[in-house]
């Protein structure tokens, strides 16, 4: 199994920017996307943006030209940059590891942008 934990988030001013990591452990070797979803309170969890093994990536259309999704493999880690900021993208943010027989999800980072 594989295991997530997303760090990185916080209250950043409309504009800003916030760098969200996620640290994978376990089964590291099978995990072929990694992905970074968000889900405000009594909404649908939305996909933001992933990265395959392979480096090719895919981004929802309020993230594309502001967010980009990365991971360094060497150290079994994830990232979302996310720049430009707004009220709208305030949530929490979590990351998901897909294998070819499961997913794992960590337990979420909360991002605010006042407005």
């Known amino acids: 199994q594989v295991q997530l934990v997303e760090s990185g988030g916080g209250l950043v001013q409309p504009g800003g920017s916030l760098r969200l990591s996620c640290a994978a452990s376990?089964?590291?070797?099978?995990?072929?996307?990694m992905a970074w979803y968000r889900q405000a309170p009594g909404k649908e969890r939305d996909l933001v943006a992933f990265?395959?093994?392979?480096?090719?990536?895919y981004y929802a259309d309020f993230a594309k030209g502001r967010f980009t999704i990365s991971r360094n493999s060497a150290k079994n880690m994830g990232y979302l940059q996310m720049n430009d900021l707004k009220p709208e993208d305030t949530t929490v943010y979590s990351c998901?590891?897909?294998?070819?027989?499961?997913?794992?999800w960590g337990q979420g980072t909360q991002v605010t942008v006042p407005s």
């Open positions: 990265i395959t093994r392979g480096g090719t990536t």
């Open positions: 998901k590891a897909t294998t070819k027989s499961y997913a794992s």
């Open positions: 376990g089964s590291i070797y099978s995990i072929n996307v």
